[in-house]
């Protein structure tokens, strides 16, 4: 389809339209396609990717060059080089090594009646993904919604457009070698914000959005969809230390979960403390963070034990900072800490560090995020970690799916009744 920046919004609509309608007949066809042809189609795609690197790489280069203003997490985002263009390759065939999650038996049992009833995993049908800087989204997302059995409309962010298009063009290859529709994963060919409202409006055609960007965006979203979405929300993640923490294994995970990639929505943005150990435990967990260039700002009892942190906002406890930033507090005990992750987090990861296995469960059962996690760093809030071969983004909703969603939460289901004649009375 011809690239629609010169079109007005009406034309732009209808094009977008277009392509909805299209994805929607293609989705019809992909939803009955097995298991085989979709891995074949999967891994064709891999050896594209591999095959077209230079070309990816020289599309990135033109965007990077282009962008002006963006945040280094957003620039980190927007970079590719040749290891991440293998990690989308082997992200690929890890999700064709997958299971098929189209026609799993979820449940199934027979009624006194003698009815067969089954629930059973079926594909949702159109999704549409709406992204910011991250190319490899565009790898991520058709790869997941193919293996899912969906179609896919992807209308990737204006930094990462011909990125996004280089790499779309590596998906085709993999539709066409397995002979599946073309419109089975579309790439919206413009930049124009006119699009996303377009797509928004298309609920007799398109079945879900996700949307995978910033809180503008989601906000945007959730406020002008007529359809359902899978909420990405901001990564305010906490790292709590508990009194019984083991300080050496703290302060590296810590630090990793801060520092590794602090521009990711797993990274840690709080490290929570209790009062019992704060002095000297948290210098120690301080010391690499302040020595990697990390600005600390922490609350009054903080900084009484530490000097080095700044003054912290009320603002600081809530806040997604995609940098080398960190906010710390110290609280009483367990009871406060679950209390402070609930009240300021996001529902996105939280891990607690401590030798007490109660005190873990508790945490574990109490926290209401998508990932709680124990004695290990929030930066594994990744499909690729959990095993899924990738990821559509990380729901903080409690509806559906929750945390990582892979090609098995890009399912629903439908009930199958299987009887010999019976009426009812």
Known sequence: ????????????????????????????????????????????????????????????????????????????????????IEAMATGLEEIARLPDPVGRVLASWTRPNGLEIARIAVPIGVIGIIYESRPNVTS??????????????????????????????????????????????????????????????????????????????????????RIPVFAHLDGVCHVYVH??????????????????????????????????????GLPRLLDPLIEAGCELRGDEAARAVDGRLRPAREEDWSTEYLDAILSVRVVEGLGEAIDHVNDYGSHHTDSIITEDADAAERFLREVESGIVMHNCSTQFADGGEFGMGAEIGISTGKLHARGPVGAEQLTTYQYRVRGRGQVRP
């Open 1 to 84: 389809m011809r690239a629609l920046e010169s079109l007005d919004a009406d034309r732009i609509e209808a094009e977008v339209g277009e392509i909805a309608r299209a994805a929607h007949r293609a989705a019809r066809s992909l939803a009955q396609a097995d298991g085989a042809t979709k891995n074949t189609a999967l891994q064709a795609a891999a050896r594209a990717i591999r095959d077209h690197c230079e070309a990816i790489l020289a599309a990135n280069g033109k965007d990077v060059a282009a962008a002006k203003g963006l945040s280094p997490a957003m620039s980190d985002r927007l970079r590719l080089d040749e290891a991440r």
């Open 140 to 225: 991520d997302a058709g790869g997941l919604c193919l293996k899912s059995g969906n179609a896919a409309i992807l209308r990737a962010g204006s930094e990462s457009f011909h990125s996004s298009s280089a790499i779309m063009d590596a998906l085709e290859v993999g539709l066409r070698e397995a002979g599946l529709p073309a419109a089975a994963i579309q790439l919206i060919p413009t930049r124009e914000r006119a699009a996303v409202g377009a797509m928004l409006r298309m609920d007799s055609e398109i079945d879900l959005i996700v949307p995978r960007g910033g809180r503008r965006l989601i906000e945007r979203v959730k406020e002008e969809s």
């Open 243 to 280: 009194g019984r923490a083991n300080l050496e294994m703290a302060r590296e995970v810590l630090f990793n979960a801060k520092m590794r990639r602090p521009g990711i929505c797993g990274a840690a943005e709080t490290l929570l403390i209790d009062r019992a150990i704060a002095e000297p």
